[in-house]
């Protein structure tokens, strides 16, 4: 029987020796030093192809590339596994965003057998018996373990406190690898209830940590020590809690930043009339489409190239396609049969989704709530705060691959040319602060790098590089979730942050109820 040789790429592991390792399975795979056959497993499916295929280490982490006549891509190396003539290696970028498998074989062999299955995830009630049990044995004896209470019924989030003298342990586990954050959240909020808590233990499901270890990097807690399930969930690991920043590579397709010209401003008014600056605004959706958004609403795109291109020629191409497509409707190109339709719906639109509509109740009123509230916050950004630059507000931004919008809602910059990063919600969501931290974290990476001005955001600012960028949360007064205040009380004192209520009437009239400001200005 062949046996499975694992590897697994710690944070704490030496990514030299990783690296010799790694090359060293590829030799065997192929000893001329061709290409390898690859086959590639997301989420989103799988693909197979020859590929030239090299290893390694970036920014400290140990990184595969391969490339071919069917493209390339630059993957981080979590764990590899030598099975039979295949070798195998769990992949991730994107700050953990994106995972993966890559299973590598020579050109003229396919694997003798397939890789093993993964372990089945056991279920919580039985996962939660086995850390009680595991928990008896590695805290000190006598200890006394009781369970928290879970505001939510059935919570995939499972946790306990432990008391032994003037020692406090908190303990939290889950078996999602989904519900990361709200573990790590549930363990804010206990820390706030007790602050005498001297030991917080966070126990994850396998290969988990790269979601988590960023966020651990910026917060004050006690002492933390982190534990990983074994893949077949039969024993408990500890973890190094150190964190580096994730390679970020260059992106798969760029574009910079090209607002829309007077010529291409009055070819819209020519249909939407007064309302495109009433009501509208448009704004570049990729290299070579514009988006027309009423109130945050998308409802039409105009194809820049086919503008120029049409006019030059004489010819009348239907530039301009309408519909409502973020709503289920399908996008039709503007023609003279269907102009009485694109009217129709400027009408529907202006009688039911603007500020002084009556109808509330309307879809098309409480479609969308947070694109509204952008534009909104975007118009009255000296409401937000009087610091903000209003001239170098870049929406959804910047595009650093075909797979994400960017990094939040929008950015700007501050009179002083500090960065600042806005995100928003318009209800309640426990996960708001960590999608902030997150915008924060790839922000302050890019930032360093030049990426926005080389990008050509911000031109003609003199942008300050070396603070860090400001972040923003901001959201109507009653849909703070709890969790955003107890997160933000434990940031680093260096990442600065301010949460920003407004009234809940907002879309009838933006007004600032309360901001709380969060570490050093």
């Not at 690991?237 to 009055?266: D, F, K, N, S």
């Not at 190109?333 to 989704?353: C, G, I, K, S, V």
């Not at 955003?484 to 209520?501: E, H, K, N, Y």
């Amino acid at each position: 029987m062949e046996t499975t040789v694992r590897h697994r790429v710690a944070p704490a592991a030496d990514p030299a020796a990783d690296l010799h390792g790694l090359t060293a399975h590829l030799a065997a795979l192929s000893p001329t030093g061709g290409r390898f056959r690859v086959q590639v497993i997301t989420p989103h499916g799988s693909s197979r192809g020859d590929y030239h295929v090299e290893c390694a280490v970036n920014y400290g982490k140990l990184t595969v590339t391969y490339w071919g006549p069917n493209g390339s891509a630059c993957w981080r190396v979590e764990r590899y596994a030598r099975h039979g003539t295949a070798l195998r290696l769990d992949v991730s970028r994107r700050v953990g965003a994106e995972r993966g498998q890559l299973i590598i074989t020579s050109p003229d062999e396919a694997p003798d057998e397939a890789p093993p299955e993964a372990f089945p995830t056991p279920d919580m009630t039985r996962w939660k018996a086995c850390v009680r049990t595991w928990l008896n044995r590695n805290l000190p004896a006598g200890v006394r373990i009781t369970s928290l209470r879970q505001w939510r019924h059935p919570s995939p989030v499972a946790g306990w406190q432990a008391q032994s003298g003037n020692a406090t342990w908190l303990v939290f586990t889950t078996t999602d690898p989904t519900a990361l954050r709200q573990l790590l959240g549930n363990a804010m909020q206990a820390l706030d209830a007790l602050p005498a808590a001297t030991h917080l233990w966070l126990l994850l499901p396998p290969d988990s940590r790269v979601e988590l270890l960023p966020f651990l990097s910026l917060l004050h807690v006690p002492q933390v020590r982190l534990y990983e399930a074994a893949p077949d969930w039969s024993a408990v690991h500890p973890l190094a809690p150190g964190h580096q920043l994730p390679l970020i590579t260059e992106p798969v397709r760029l574009w910079r930043y090209r607002p829309p010209t007077p010529a291409e401003l009055q070819y819209l008014r020519q249909w939407f009339g007064d309302a495109l600056d009433t009501h509208c605004e448009v704004v570049p959706a990729g290299g070579s489409t514009l988006s027309v958004r009423w109130y945050g609403l998308e409802c039409a795109r105009l194809q820049r190239c086919v503008v120029a291109e049409e006019k030059a020629a004489g010819r009348t191409t239907p530039a301009l396609r309408f519909g409502l497509t973020t709503l289920g409707q399908p996008s039709r190109p503007l023609t003279a049969r269907n102009q009485a339709d694109f009217h129709a719906l400027l009408e529907m639109l202006n009688r039911y989704r603007t500020p002084t509509a009556r109808e509330v109740g309307h879809p098309l009123y409480r479609a969308h709530p947070e694109r509204w509230l952008d534009v909104a916050v975007r118009r009255q950004l000296h409401l937000i705060d009087e610091a903000l630059d209003s001239a170098h507000i870049r929406v959804q931004a910047p595009h650093f691959s075909r797979d994400t919008l960017g990094l939040a809602d929008f950015v700007t910059l501050t009179h002083t040319g500090r960065l600042a990063v806005v995100e928003l919600k318009a209800d309640a969501d426990a996960d708001f602060i960590w999608q902030g931290l997150t915008y924060w974290l790839r922000a302050v990476h890019h930032w360093r790098q030049g990426d926005f001005l080389r990008r050509g955001y911000f031109a003609g600012a003199q942008p300050d590089r070396c603070a860090l960028p400001h972040l923003y949360l901001l959201a109507p007064t009653l849909r703070f979730h709890p969790t955003v205040r107890t997160v933000a009380r434990r940031l680093r004192a260096d990442l600065p942050v301010t949460l920003v209520g407004v009234t809940e009437r907002w879309r009838q009239s933006l007004r600032v109820v309360f901001r709380e400001c969060f570490g050093d200005f």
